[in-house]
C-alpha cells in the first residue's frame, strides 16, 4: 500500500514562493521517476520536476531557476520550492511515483498566483 499526500498550497501574488511537500508512505520498491505534475484547468498534467532513474533531476525549462525538488529521506518526504511564481504556475499541484510495482498519485494541491 504506497500512499502520497500532498501539502502546501495556496493563494500567493506574484514574485512570492510556496513551498509543497509530498509525504510517502508504504513499502516502496525501486523508483523510476519520483516527482511533481502541474495541471492548469483544461490543460494536460505536465512534469515540472523529479528525481529520475540514474540519480537525475529534471526541471522544465519554464521553471528552471525558479522551482527546486528536494528529498528528506528520514520523514520519506519529497518537497517543491516555488519562488519567484507566476500567474501561469497556477493549477494543481500532483506528486507522482512511478516504480517497477506502479505508478501512484496524490490527489492534489491548488495553488493560485495572483497578479
Known amino acids: 500500500q504506497v500512499r ?3 501539502s502546501g498550497g495556496g493563494l500567493v501574488q506574484a514574485g512570492g514562493s510556496l513551498r509543497l511537500s509530498c509525504q ?5 520498491a525501486s523508483i523510476k521517476i ?9 490543460q494536460l ?11 537525475s533531476t529534471y ?3 519554464s521553471v ?3 522551482f527546486t525538488i528536494s528529498r528528506d529521506a528520514a520523514t520519506n518526504t519529497v518537497y517543491l520550492q516555488m519562488n519567484s511564481l507566476k500567474p501561469e504556475d497556477t493549477g494543481v499541484y500532483y506528486c507522482a511515483l512511478d516504480s517497477y510495482r506502479g505508478v501512484y498519485w496524490g490527489q ?8
Open 34 to 42: 519520483m516527482g511533481w505534475y502541474h495541471q492548469a484547468p483544461g
Open 4 to 6: 502520497l499526500v500532498e
Open 24 to 28: 510517502v508512505s508504504g513499502t516502496i
Open 108 to 115: 492534489g494541491t491548488q495553488v493560485t498566483v495572483s497578479s
Open 45 to 55: 498534467r505536465e512534469m515540472v520536476a523529479a528525481f529520475i532513474t540514474g540519480s
Open 64 to 66: 528552471k531557476g525558479r
Open 59 to 61: 526541471v522544465r525549462n
